[in-house]
């Protein structure tokens, strides 16, 4: 079974959606985790998001990348460019990717602006974990 470890900026949004999805798709093929450079708590409007995908992620808690620097992991997969360096430096890992896919930008004047914002990354996390995970991990077509 392969250890994935998944990291962003916070471990609130982009990495909690991550690892929900590499958890459903991977199942039997993976054990994922995720952190973050700074965590902070989980975002809510995230969770939101991937509860209407039927995914709950609303008991994540975020994790600090510093508690993940002793174990091994045959894959990372860091989620910003701005992290990229420091994962990469204080990680042991066989196998390193990374992607970027932008913070999402709340509107404050508008919840349904929002929403749609979260439910685009979160069906571009979703598209690009399937694919990632058929292509690497294991066949889900």
């Known amino acids: 079974m392969k250890e994935i470890l998944i990291v962003s900026q916070n471990n609130a949004c982009r990495s909690a959606i991550a690892e ?41 808690q975020p994790q600090n990348l510093k508690s993940f620097t002793e174990k091994e992991f045959d894959i990372v997969l860091v989620l910003d460019n701005n992290v990229a360096k420091t994962a990469s430096s204080c990680l042991r890992y066989k196998n390193l990717y990374v992607f970027h896919f932008d913070s999402p930008k709340v509107s404050e004047n508008d919840d349904s602006l ?15 974990a399937f694919d990632f995970i058929n292509q690497n991990l294991k066949r889900l077509i």
């Open 114 to 128: 929002t929403r749609k914002v979260y439910d685009s990354l979160r069906d571009d996390i979703e598209n690009w």
């Open 20 to 60: 929900g999805w590499f958890k459903y798709y991977a199942r039997g093929a993976a054990n994922v985790t995720s952190a973050g450079i700074e965590p902070t708590q989980l975002d809510l409007n995230a969770a939101q998001s991937m509860m209407d995908a039927v995914i709950d992620i609303t008991k994540h």
